[in-house]
């Protein structure tokens, strides 16, 4: 059987799209941290509110009110930034999906071509067993004669 001429493209084409699984997953794994980080500072903000509403029924200074709000200003800046972030990771993961896709599309095209080689080799050395046969055949049945 003649072997696959492409096979050193099939073979880098395998490679290729391997390294892109991986570095999308990287990717999605980036994303979802930041999105976390993000989740969780929401969260901290969430009760800090809450703790900082509650003192205000309680009564609370001037002094105690200011610290809360700027507090509260800075956290929702670190919030801001992280959604920044998540903005970035996610342009980021939608690049590496798409590159993804891409190798595995090239990756499909050549292994197609190497299945049809495949089959195709297959089929010749069929045609050529069943050319034997008959002349076995023939030669067997004009031996008879």
């Known amino acids: 059987m003649k072997p696959f001429s492409l096979q050193p493209v099939l073979d880098l084409m395998q490679t290729r799209t391997d390294e892109a699984t991986r570095r999308l997953a990287q990717l999605i794994g980036m994303e979802n941290d930041a999105k976390n980080k993000r989740d969780m500072l929401q969260q901290y903000r969430d009760e800090y509110a809450s703790r900082f ?73 069929l045609r050529q067993e069943q050319r034997i046969q008959d002349e076995f055949a023939s030669r067997h049945y004009d031996s008879e004669d």
């Open 53 to 125: 509403r509650q003192a205000a029924q309680n009564g609370i200074g001037k002094r105690e009110w200011s610290n809360y709000q700027e507090f509260i200003g800075r956290i929702d800046e670190a919030i801001e930034q992280q959604s920044q972030t998540v903005r970035l990771q996610e342009r980021h993961t939608a690049t590496g999906q798409a590159h993804w896709q891409q190798q595995r599309t090239k990756l499909k095209a050549f292994d197609t071509l190497s299945q049809r080689h495949q089959a195709s080799e297959i089929a010749n050395e």
